[in-house]
């Protein structure tokens, strides 16, 4: 008998579901939500209405192209930590609902774990133990991988992700929200060794990049008092510089964590592994010091319900299951 196992992702302003069948992903319908955009960031209280006008189509949307109905379900997995709070609520009580219903096990997925399992949905797949560089707009990790279900977080953020540094920099420069994609677009025809932005000397294995948008802060100060259309005229070239920037923070902590474990299975992950320069710069990096490298297709690096249920296949295998009066959590570590 095939396990076939629905999954559902509502920690942000994703409202996602999947089903995995054996370990392969049938479907992945994602709905997003525009409501956003006018107010430069993710509003927590309309996510949670909107997940909540989402979710039972995407649900039904994610059964029908998998080819299956409810009752062929063996288990309902969901986004149990970290996220927001009221998004994930709405996750979690349509699974366990479905769950009670169904009279099938649920499983709770932590949703940091899931992005680095992304990198199993396809192959090629890493080998054990493997390290991945988490990117997203809430974290900043270097994970390194024991098992699918062993995991170890070895260097992360101490202020802000790289994806709030892509974001937080975009705004700067009067861009709409979320300003990750829009600089990598403009990036895309710009000169990175145009403009001069500090790296941090962070030690050990942890990032920082609130003084990469403070210098960015006066960078533009100082510019736009010298010529008022400067962003304007020169757009292409400051997002390339920025983004050269937050690359080569995040890969030269790789180097030094591949260098101090030993390790050359390198994987990256999160939102942040869909910018165009850090998986131009991964393979790069990779050639250079000889690392096999990964990077998931790019509907599985933001966020997805297939990562979700990938994490739950394997939860599913060691009969991780959790009772029916789990609740959700902003932050939990894994
Ligand atoms: O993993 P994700 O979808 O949601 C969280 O769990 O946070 O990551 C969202 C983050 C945002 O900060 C967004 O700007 C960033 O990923 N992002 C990008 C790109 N695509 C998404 N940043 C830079 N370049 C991109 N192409
Ligand atoms: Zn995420």
Same mark, same amino acid.
């Given at each position: ?7 559902? *992702? ?50 039904? +949307? ?8 409810? @009752? ?7 986004? /149990?930590?970290? #996220?927001? &709070? ?8 349509? +699974? ?44 900043? /990790?270097?994970?390194?991988? *024991? ?15 790289? #994806?709030? @540094? ?35 000397? &962070?030690? #050990? ?5 609130? #003084? ?8 533009? /100060? ?34 030094? @964590?591949?260098? *101090? ?6 994987? &990256?992950?999160?939102?942040?592994? @869909? ?8 393979? *790069? ?50």
């Amino acid at each position: 008998m095939p396990v076939n196992i629905l999954a559902i *992702e509502s920690s942000c302003d994703e409202t996602s579901a999947a089903v995995i069948a054996d370990g392969k992903i049938l479907s992945n319908i994602i709905a997003n939500q525009s409501v956003h955009e006018q107010y430069g960031g993710v509003v927590p209280e309309l996510a949670s209405r909107a997940h909540q006008e989402n979710i039972v189509p995407v649900v039904d +949307a994610a059964l029908k192209k998998a080819g299956m109905v409810p @009752a062929d379900l063996n288990a309902i997995a969901f986004t /149990q930590s970290p #996220g927001l &709070i009221g998004s994930l609520l709405v996750g979690s009580c349509f +699974a366990k609902s479905m769950a009670l219903a169904l009279d099938v096990p649920l499983i709770a997925v932590h949703h940091m774990q899931a992005h680095v399992l992304a990198n199993f949905i396809e192959d090629p797949k890493p080998a054990f133990p493997f390290l991945c560089l988490t990117v997203s707009g809430g974290h900043t /990790q270097i994970v390194l991988c *024991e098992s699918p279900l062993q995991m170890r977080v070895i260097g992360e953020t101490t202020d802000d992700a790289a #994806g709030e @540094a892509f974001d937080k920099s975009a705004k700067l420069l009067g861009l709409p929200y979320p300003g990750g994609p829009l600089i990598d677009k403009y990036a895309k025809e710009g000169d990175p060794f145009k403009f001069k932005f500090p790296e941090p000397q &962070i030690p #050990g294995l942890n990032f920082s990049f609130s #003084g990469l948008k403070t210098a960015i802060l006066y960078f533009l /100060q100082d510019n736009r008092a010298k010529q008022a259309d400067f962003v304007e005229a020169n757009l292409r070239d400051i997002c390339a510089s920025i983004q050269h920037r937050i690359v080569t923070i995040l890969l030269n902590k790789l180097v030094k @964590a591949s260098q *101090e474990t030993g390790v050359r299975e390198i994987s &990256i992950a999160g939102g942040v592994s @869909a910018n165009s320069g850090l998986r131009q710069g991964l393979k *790069e990096y990779g050639e250079k010091h000889q690392w096999n490298v990964y990077i998931p297709k790019f509907e599985y690096c933001t966020d997805n319900a297939a990562m979700i249920a990938m994490t739950a296949h394997y939860k599913y295998l060691a009969g991780a299951f959790s009772p029916l009066d789990t609740i959700p959590s902003a932050r939990a570590a894994f």
